[in-house]
C-alpha cells in the first residue's frame, strides 16, 4: 500500500529531477504581523509506492485544521500516477512532492494541524503553532 514516508512544515520548498529540495524545514512555530494572515510555508513530503503499485493512481489529501476552533481552513486534493522508469525488479518509487500553503488564510493565533493521507489512509500529521508577533514602541 502507498505510504507518506515524511512530512514536514517548511520555508520554501521544490521538487526537481525527483528529489526533494527543503529549505528551513521542521518548522513548530510561526510568527505573524496581524490576523488574517497569510504565511510563505511549504509542506515538503516523501511518498512510497511499493512495486505492485506503481502504475496505479493515488489520491493525497492533505488537510489544514485550526485545531483550538476545530475549524479545517483548507484542504487540497492531487493525484499522481508515476509509471515504472529504470527500477529494479521489486523496487518500488519515492515521490517527492510540495504543497505550497500561500493561499490559506489564517485567522487567528494557535494550533495548527496538517493531516496528510494517501489512498484514504491515516497518514501523517504535523503541527505548528502561530502567535503573533508582539512589537515593542521604540522609547
Same mark, same amino acid.
Request: glycine share 10%; hydrophobic share 45%; with cysteine.
Given at each position: ?10 520555508? !520554501? ?22 490576523? &488574517? ?12 509506492? &511499493? ?7 493515488? $489520491? ?30 521489486? $523496487?518500488?518509487?519515492?515521490?517527492? !512532492? ?7 488564510? !489564517? ?20 503541527? !505548528? ?7 515593542? /514602541? /521604540?522609547?
Amino acid at each position: 500500500m502507498a505510504r507518506l514516508d515524511s512530512l514536514l512544515l517548511c520555508d !520554501f520548498a521544490q521538487v526537481r529531477e525527483g528529489l526533494l529540495f527543503v529549505n528551513s524545514g521542521g518548522i513548530t512555530r510561526v510568527f505573524a504581523e496581524e490576523f &488574517p494572515a497569510h504565511l510563505s510555508l511549504y509542506i515538503g513530503a516523501m511518498m512510497y509506492v &511499493p512495486p505492485d503499485q506503481v502504475d496505479e493512481i493515488h $489520491e493525497i489529501v492533505i488537510a489544514i485544521k485550526d485545531a483550538d476552533r476545530t475549524e479545517k481552513l483548507a484542504e487540497m486534493r492531487g493525484a499522481v500516477k508515476a509509471g515504472a522508469s529504470g527500477q529494479f525488479d521489486g $523496487e518500488g518509487l519515492h515521490l517527492p !512532492f510540495v504543497v505550497p500553503l500561500l493561499g490559506v488564510q !489564517f485567522k487567528q493565533s494557535g494550533q495548527i494541524d496538517i493531516q496528510a493521507s494517501v489512498d484514504g489512509d491515516v497518514g501523517m500529521d504535523w503541527t !505548528f503553532w502561530i502567535q503573533q508577533r508582539r512589537v515593542i /514602541p /521604540p522609547q
